[in-house]
């Protein structure tokens, strides 16, 4: 009897000690990873949210909800919270990325852990390639600039939304000319004011929606939508139904023959403007733009244009002479072109906050100024391995080549993702390329 009751508290504390050792077991606890940014919730709903232990022997991912705030369910430890979220804004790229390493789950957790996002900024969309300068006829005797065209880029992964992009370029018209925009040292007189002077006209979009999707890029032509080739060899075919046009249409005061619709341009792709600056043509400089690209809703460029109170008459009150004040604060853009034969005699136009330095182009011989390729960048995406072109032999200038630059063009062709310099120096971000990337 003895034996038999010694065995029964032989398994009765056993079956204590397991119970305790259950009570020990940690439990699932629920939790809550709330996204800040700036001290605010980062009210975004579908944020994928990962959750990592500290031996990073598991991760769980969570999407937000409206509040931003993403629901986990796990048991006590220390864990590693992260997050990122991209998305397209007004012609920038807006990244939101955080991490918190120092989430400790108890066995009871009722307040939210937080998980900061820090945002970076970068320009989505680029000025790819500009072309003024004009070509010469197939015998020499002539030549023309009416072929000319701007390239959009969306230099990103992300869909760009290019609704509210808008052109134009600053006074004066020509970097070798004139300028009253400098005052008796040099220093641009609206170097620390929030403006730039921009002459002649703004171009916006009349389509309600337009976008340029990851990596790919869209053609603006400026006075004509034709197949120049049919006239000159060396110019380009701008009569695409997926381009864009400067038109005409609608601007009594645009008389100047330069401008040709042609029949294949849809009218949804044409671009328009209300002329400030009294002329017959938009009076782009073929030799020396100061060309710029910013994003402005249509309403708000069409007021800027017509309001008199915005107009700045440091050339002249004269209608030929009218500038409008551009707001620095939208501008996303800019390049600034010198004519290779007054580069003694040039200077810049822009404020050093917007661009610094230049590049020179000779005219009329069919040369466009086309943006240099970030190497590293393109490199690092590791969708381009194997499709990259090396050995770039477009550059007019020898620096430019060699096997160490890719071949932006033949990359793309071969199904390779491009990344743009972006350094807001003309200089650095851009070449002189001997032909057109629109000639294949």
């Not at 439990?27 to 996204?35: D, E, F, R």
Request: charged fraction near 20%; glycine fraction near 6%.
């Amino acid at each position: 009897m003895k034996k038999h009751l010694a065995i029964l508290s032989i398994l009765a504390l056993g079956v204590f000690a397991a119970s305790c050792d259950k009570t020990k077991e940690a439990q699932p606890v629920a939790i809550t990873i709330q996204l800040t940014n700036d001290g605010e919730n980062f009210a975004t709903e579908g944020v994928k949210v990962s959750l990592a232990d500290a031996a990073a022997s598991y991760t769980l991912e969570v999407s937000t909800d409206a509040n931003g705030a993403a629901a986990f369910v796990v048991k006590p430890g220390a864990y590693t919270a992260q997050a990122t979220y991209v998305i397209s804004k007004n012609g920038q790229r807006l990244s939101y990325n955080g991490s918190n390493s120092n989430i400790v789950v108890g066995e009871t957790t009722t307040q939210p852990f937080i998980l900061p996002l820090q945002e970076v900024v970068s320009q989505q969309i680029v000025i790819k390639e500009l072309y003024t300068t004009g070509c010469p006829s197939n015998d020499g005797t002539k030549s023309t600039t009416d072929d000319a065209y701007v390239i959009l880029y969306n230099n990103s992964e992300i869909e760009a939304d290019a609704s509210n992009v808008v052109f134009g370029f600053i006074a004066p018209y020509n970097a070798h000319g004139s300028n009253k925009y400098r005052n008796a040292e040099g220093a641009l007189l609206f170097e620390n004011e929030d403006w730039i002077p921009s002459y002649g006209a703004i171009w916006w979009f009349t389509a309600d929606h337009v976008t340029i999707p990851a990596y790919s890029q869209l053609v603006v032509a400026i006075f004509g939508g034709i197949d120049f080739t049919q006239t000159y060899n060396a110019s380009v075919n701008l009569a695409n139904e997926n381009y864009y046009l400067m038109s005409k249409d609608g601007i009594s005061a645009y008389t100047n023959a330069k401008y040709v619709a042609g029949d294949v341009i849809p009218s949804s792709h044409y671009l328009t403007c209300s002329p400030f600056t009294q002329g017959n043509a938009w009076a782009v400089s073929n030799s020396c733009p100061a060309f710029f690209i910013g994003n402005m809703s249509k309403d708000e460029a069409k007021r800027i244009s017509e309001d008199t109170e915005n107009y700045d008459t440091t050339l002249g009150t004269i209608p030929a002479m009218r500038v409008v004040k551009f707001p620095k604060a939208n501008v996303i853009g800019a390049v600034e072109v010198w004519s290779s034969a007054n580069v003694e005699k040039s200077n810049v136009r822009f404020s050093s906050d917007i661009n610094t330095g230049y590049i020179a182009i000779a005219n009329k011989l069919g040369y466009t100024v086309y943006r240099n390729v970030d190497k590293d960048a393109t490199e690092a995406l590791p969708e381009n391995e194997g499709k990259l072109v090396y050995d770039y032999a477009g550059a007019l200038d020898d620096a430019n080549n060699g096997a160490a630059v890719i071949d932006a063009e033949a990359s793309i062709a071969a199904g390779a993702h491009i990344i743009y310099k972006q350094t807001n120096d003309s200089a650095n971000d851009f070449h002189i390329r001997k032909v057109s990337s629109l000639k294949k």
